[in-house]
Nanobody, 116 residues
Framework: QVQLVESGGGLAQTGGSLRLSCAAS????????AGWYRQAPGKQRDLVAD???????NYADSVKGRFTISRDNAKNTLYLQMNSLKPEDTAVYYC??????????WGQGIQVTVSS
């Protein structure tokens, strides 16, 4: 059974920083592609960034140069460092794991609000 628990969200000012963490249970983390998605009110859920088990990363254009995704396979934890935050980064952020069989696991989501 895989469970994902996000933490680190909250309120930040424009230009500020937050660090999200996602702790994973189970035994697939080391083999999974891990990612962060976000969903703003009235919008679809979009990919923010993902990272392969080998450490290759991919970012949405809107966050390149501001956000950094990383993972600690020894701790089964995924991170998202968010710098230079903008009001348009306000959304619910979701942790995702895609296992080698392309099955997706999702966290419960965590709110990030950036005030202008």
């Amino acid at each position: 059974q895989v469970q994902l628990v996000e933490s680190g969200g909250g309120l930040a000012q424009t230009g500020g920083s937050l660090r999200l963490s996602c702790a994973a249970s189970g035994n697939i983390f080391n083999f999974a592609v891990a990612g962060w998605y976000r969903q703003a009110p009235g919008k679809q859920r979009d990919l923010v960034a993902d990272i392969t088990s080998g450490g290759s990363t991919n970012y949405a254009d809107s966050v390149k140069g501001r956000f950094t995704i990383s993972r600690d396979n020894a701790k089964n934890t995924l991170y998202l460092q968010m710098n230079s935050l903008k009001p348009e980064d306000t959304a619910v952020y979701y942790c995702n794991l895609e296992d080698p069989w392309r099955y997706d696991y999702w966290g419960q989501g965590i709110q990030v609000t950036v005030s202008s």
